[in-house]
């Protein structure tokens, strides 16, 4: 099962867990200064250091040119969080090399040359950063990779310099967006020197309550320490999340069960839907079901919906590029699918 249609722990509030490592080789500029040529050379390199390893844990790896692939497949890859707006940049020799079950991929030759992400279910840095560090672990053994004794790995940008790590958390936080607590969170968040991005990471806006939470401080602190202080963030802000649905649920019973049931109905019924509605909606049905107050649908198929629903992903199930309009109908079609038997 891929790991955006799968369910771990803490799912009824925290979606996904990543960790992503950025690592550059002596010898090249940073991509924003490099050749074609050179980008193409140091591509070569990476690939043969990765194909190399004799750790198959996550299955077999394809290799992806990001030249060879259409706009399209390029951005379905992107709403799957498999790579970067910035690795389907034209100009350079860029590569994705991503595991069967889409968990792990090394984007080559986005910002820094090297950029390795790790995904998983539910809240599991821990198992996101073993898989991403045994993966820089045997590229630091076998390629020259820029380190220095006092700042850590060398990256394009400063604020990545030291471990070249960010962890991040997606968390669902309804009850809090409800009672208009969220602002305030995210507030006192970016005071602590994390930074709060939407569903779709950098650049986006904030859908359907869905918060993505990581580290800014890259510098001075080691990986599980960073970890361990993103967890206990993610816990708190997890338990104020339960709180208010707890709080929601007692005193406005009949509100938030009429939101829940439209939201339903018009999921199961609607012949457009946009991708930023259905998040919305998908997200008070995800509240019903972690309050209890339907039993369907299962949370695979909420996640399997989120994972589709954007416009690449659309018009590539249906072979062909779509106007918005018919992307809209489309996108109902494929819900209505999902929510069968609710």
């Known amino acids: 099962m891929k790991w955006y249609i799968d369910k771990g722990p803490e799912s009824d509030v925290i979606l996904s867990s990543r960790i992503r490592l950025a690592r550059n080789l002596q010898g090249y500029p940073f991509p924003n200064r490099m050749t074609r040529e050179a980008s193409a050379k140091l591509g070569k390199e990476v690939l ?13 790896f394809r290799t992806l040119e990001m030249s060879e692939l259409g706009s399209e497949d390029k951005l379905a890859l992107v709403e799957r969080h498999l790579i970067s707006e910035e690795l389907t940049d034209p100009g350079l020799v860029r590569y994705a090399y991503i595991s069967d079950d889409e968990s792990v991929s090394v984007m080559i030759n986005e910002e820094d040359h090297i950029r390795i992400q790790a995904m998983e279910a539910g809240l599991k840095l821990e198992e996101a950063y073993k898989a991403a560090s ?22 394009a940008c400063p604020s990545n310099t030291g471990t070249g790590m960010r962890a991040s958390v997606i968390m669902h936080l309804p009850a809090l967006t409800m009672t208009e607590k969220a602002g305030t969170v995210v507030e006192k968040i970016r005071k602590m020197g994390y930074s709060v991005r939407g569903y779709y990471g950098e650049h986006s806006s904030v859908q359907g309550s869905m918060f993505q939470i990581s580290n800014q401080i890259t510098l001075g602190l080691g990986e599980e320490e960073l970890i361990v202080d993103l967890k206990k963030l993610i816990s708190h802000i997890a338990e104020q999340e339960r709180t208010a ?3 929601l649920s007692s005193k406005s019973p009949d509100l938030i069960e009429d939101r829940i049931f439209r939201a339903i109905g018009v999921l199961k019924y609607a012949r457009k839907l946009s991708s930023e509605e259905t998040l919305q909606l998908i997200s008070e049905v995800r509240l019903g079901k972690a309050l209890g107050i339907i039993d369907k649908p299962d949370e695979v198929n909420f996640n399997r919906i989120m994972s589709s629903i954007g416009p690449a992903n659309i018009q590539k199930s249906e072979g062909r590029i779509m106007e918005p309009p018919e992307r809209d109908k489309a996108r109902a079609l494929l819900v209505q699918r999902e929510m069968e038997g609710v």
């Open 245 to 247: 649905r707890k709080q």
């Open 134 to 155: 045994d993966i820089a672990i045997h590229l630091e053994k076998t390629l020259q990779v820029g380190y220095s004794e006092k700042y850590g790995f060398t990256t």
């Open 48 to 60: 043969n250091s990765l194909k190399q390893r004799t750790d198959h844990s996550k299955g077999k």
